[in-house]
């Protein structure tokens, strides 16, 4: 079974492509959910970031998500270290679920592979892009901020033209059909790839 790890900057679109993935019968992990669920059920990482952000990021065993938004995002150390908590924690879990599945392939959903150094960690790697535009537009209108506030965030990301170049497969997700039409290939190619031996 191969491991594919499925990345893509803010406004992308990574979550509608791992839907797509998920319809064709792809188990799909998603790193940003089990992260939320890890923090809150896992004792040790709980403890860890109690350490690290203090008493305040849980109210009544409640991750305060809010509390620790504000302190990390100001302060890219305090990010980097509880990044260090959490993604391995993550890692760990993905590895145990991953055993569990008897498919050729399974993808793993999460942010910053190529920020974080770890696409080796990885099979083969599948980068979502789309227009600088149509992803403020996307970001703008989901999550009812000003543009500002989106460009502060992509620029904690590394530049698309630079993951490219390191990404195995991309997929440029503007119109949904071709979108879906790209995945419905890739997912073959995957699949092919899988059962060589090479």
Same mark, same amino acid.
């Given at each position: ?31 940003? #959910?089990? +992260?939320? =669920?890890?923090? &809150? ?6 403890? !860890?970031? $109690?350490?690290?952000? /203090? ?40 590895? #145990?679920? +991953?055993? =569990?599945?008897? &498919? ?6 999460? !942010?910053? $592979?190529?920020?974080? /150094? ?40 590394? #530049?698309?033209?630079? =993951? ?35």
């Amino acid at each position: 079974m191969k491991i594919v790890g499925l990345t893509g900057g803010i406004g992308s679109g990574k979550s509608t492509v791992a839907k797509m993935f998920r319809e064709l019968g792809v188990p799909v992990y998603d790193s940003d #959910e089990e +992260a939320k =669920k890890l923090m &809150v059920s896992s004792t040790e990482v709980k403890e !860890a970031i $109690i350490e690290l952000l /203090g008493k305040k990021a849980y109210s009544d065993a409640v991750l305060d998500r809010t509390f620790i938004a504000k302190k990390v995002f100001k302060d890219p150390e305090l990010l980097q270290q509880l990044n260090a908590i959490v993604h391995p924690a993550v890692r760990e879990h993905f590895l #145990e679920w +991953a055993q =569990k599945k008897v &498919v050729p392939y399974v993808i793993q959903e999460t !942010a910053l $592979i190529f920020e974080n /150094g770890v696409q080796d960690k990885y099979d083969y790697t599948i980068l979502v892009t789309a227009p600088k535009e149509i992803r403020l537009q996307r970001v703008m209108d989901r999550d009812g901020v000003d543009e500002q506030q989106v460009v502060e965030r992509m620029q904690n990301q590394m #530049e698309d033209n630079k =993951k490219i170049q390191l990404a195995n497969f991309c997929i440029e997700n503007v119109d949904l059909e071709t979108t879906k039409q790209k995945i419905k290939d890739l997912h073959t190619e995957l699949v092919a790839l899988s059962a060589s031996k090479f």
